[in-house]
């Protein structure tokens, strides 16, 4: 047994209990059916663990019976709970997921005493009147298969019934997502730690099925290099919302610490340790998964020799990334010279104490901006210790296209090659045959717009803009060539860093809080860390200097505009421009 590690979580899980008793007891009626359950999990899991101060304590009664009372309010009349799915099985299986946690935590024990026995009787009854509906439902993402498999397993391992176990074959007959460079098909960190990995563990626990287990091992080790020594993990090739997040690694922990205990490998071992230098996430629920699953609660294997060298700062604010000295090395999980991911052409390189990430994998988008498609234009981040060049990004004038989106990455030598060709029309007077009297012509999307003109029909004149970007990073440095073919026009290079540093060499773009490198280098500075980039280009009166989303936002009113302290290079697509970022660490 663990025993430091499994005090902290009991002492996180106590903060946790006592923060939300303190401030937002009496919001239980406002709650969600997911929130209210994990509310009530929380606290089944302190009051049912000898070494918490709320070990038995008969005060959580009232509010665990609060939270039952709002869980029967909201579970439909099919035994399903409303919300913004509707009643949907899959986001309903989220809360019986951790009902049914929550039932084995009080049935682990020899005697449940008046309070847990009513808690038990109740979340019970919560749990068979959705069966039915859980079994014959349907779902509508990818991840949520697996979310509703686990809590029919879990459900079926509670109060067996008939049809639960060929349900569950039905679905997992269908494979698992799972692409050859160990990713699912969402490549989300945040459905990775939140449902798919979670649920292959529980099915394969509840039903026998260790084979499940090793998705899990694959997609672990595929994320192993893409973790930021600030304590967030790349999403920027999710095809999820963590696309557009800093996310924070914390909920890897325990997954790395299953997985290290259970087949003892040293380097998710290392993987752990390191995570459990940043808050916990969700720690009361971590307790109780302590106690149900026993890999988590025992001691980590030896991880590589390397590891013992890394020492974290003092932990930060929950959920805040965290800033390391360049000078203090990664744990050796994470330290790989450079990693892939061959289905999304990301790739991650370290050297010389900076890391670089390049995305070249966008998904087509047609006709517009969708929820499902992995779309963040950003194509580079560079970081050198607390310094972060975290979004690099690049309008072009172009028929309010968007900005560029590269959907094929080609590896060149040590180089990456970028690329995207865009086109747009003219169109030309419909032909003879196609006219009507009453000209009206069917609806149609171009590419653009959607317009009553039979677009399909009518002659065009083709206009074309390619643009190449070829990216090497090498020796704790990153260039950029970006060379343009076609129409001639204005482009600008967004570059985005991470708020709390102070830039140099660059000029105010107006009154906007934006700024414009036009000539030499400029550098962006965190206490002694250091981003240099450059060079500027002359100032261009017919170039602007700002983001464009594309029409596809802008009709909108929308964007997705990165945050932070924004530079930009502007200037014309004509030939090539070549950049450097380079980081280094002042002394002294």
Known sequence: MDTSFLERVVEAADQEVAAFLATHDD???????????????????VFTDPGSRFHRQERLGPAMGRCLDRLEALQGPAGLFDGTNLCSPPDSAFTLNDACLTLRLIRGLADAGPLLEEADA???????????????????TPNHRWELCAALAQINGIQPRAGIGERIGQWLAEGIDQLPDGMYSERS???????????LLTIADSTDRPQLLDHVRRNLTAFLPWFSPDGTVESVFSRRQDQWMAFSAAPFLYLYRRFAVQDGRGDFAAAA?????????????LLGLTR???????ALPAAPPLSVTFAPQAAPAPDAPRSLDAASPPPPALTPAEASLDSCGAYRFRSAGSVATVFGGCDPLDPGAGSGLATNPTFLRFGHGAALLSDVRLSRSFFDLGPFRSQHTVRRGSSLVLSEELEANFYQPLPGDKRRVDGIYVLEHEGRFSAGMEFSARPRDVHRLGTEIVVHAEG???GLDIGFTGTHTAFALELTFRPGGVLEGVQPVGATGTFQLTTGTGSYRVGNHVIEFGPGLPLDPDAPAGYNPGEGYRYLNGTNASDGVKVYIAGRTVGSHGFTFRGYTVRG
């Open 476 to 478: 704790g440095q990153v």
């Open 273 to 285: 340790g390191w995570l459990a230098g940043f808050p916990l996430h969700e720690p009361a629920k």
């Open 292 to 298: 149900t699953d026993p890999f988590l609660a025992g």
């Open 122 to 140: 109740r979340l019970a009854a919560i749990v068979s009147r959705s069966v039915d509906a859980m079994v014959a439902g349907g779902v509508h």
């Open 189 to 199: 960190p945040l459905y990775a730690t939140a449902v798919t990995n979670p649920s």
């Open 27 to 45: 919001d239980v009626t406002a709650l969600a059916h997911r929130p209210a359950m994990a509310r009530l999990l929380a606290m089944a899991a």
